[in-house]
């Protein structure tokens, strides 16, 4: 069964950075788009940052030249860097990983920035 496991998350003054990490289990890492999302209070659900199969990144507006996404294929890990980090970036961060016809979810990990 896959599994996704996010950590990496917790408090950072405004500037800071933060990198994120979503390890996976149970799927074909390989061969799976990872996306990161994330969830403030009260918002809906966003995408932030996907990478394919082929290492092809795509961002939001509101995270790039601030964020990447990469990913290591070799430890199944899929990694967000955040940088220059705003407080509107507090949120639950969660990691999905779409393989074949199935899309699988972490548990999310809280970032919080302080102002």
């Known amino acids: 069964q896959g599994q996704l496991v996010e950590s990496g998350g917790g408090l950072v003054q405004a500037g800071g950075s933060l990198r994120l990490s979503c390890a996976a289990s149970?799927?074909?890492?390989?061969?799976?788009?990872m996306t990161w999302y994330r969830q403030a209070p009260g918002a809906e659900r966003e995408w932030v940052a996907v990478?394919?199969?082929?290492?092809?990144?795509n961002y939001r507006d509101f995270a790039k030249g601030r964020f990447t996404i990469s990913r290591d294929n070799a430890k199944n890990t899929v990694y967000l860097q955040m940088n220059s980090l705003k407080p509107e970036d507090t949120a639950v961060y969660y990691c999905?990983?779409?393989?074949?016809?199935?899309?699988?979810w972490g548990q999310g990990t809280q970032v919080t920035v302080s102002s």
């Open positions: 999905s990983a779409r393989w074949d016809i199935r899309t699988y």
């Open positions: 149970g799927i074909n890492f390989s061969r799976s788009t």
């Open positions: 990478i394919t199969i082929g290492s092809n990144t």
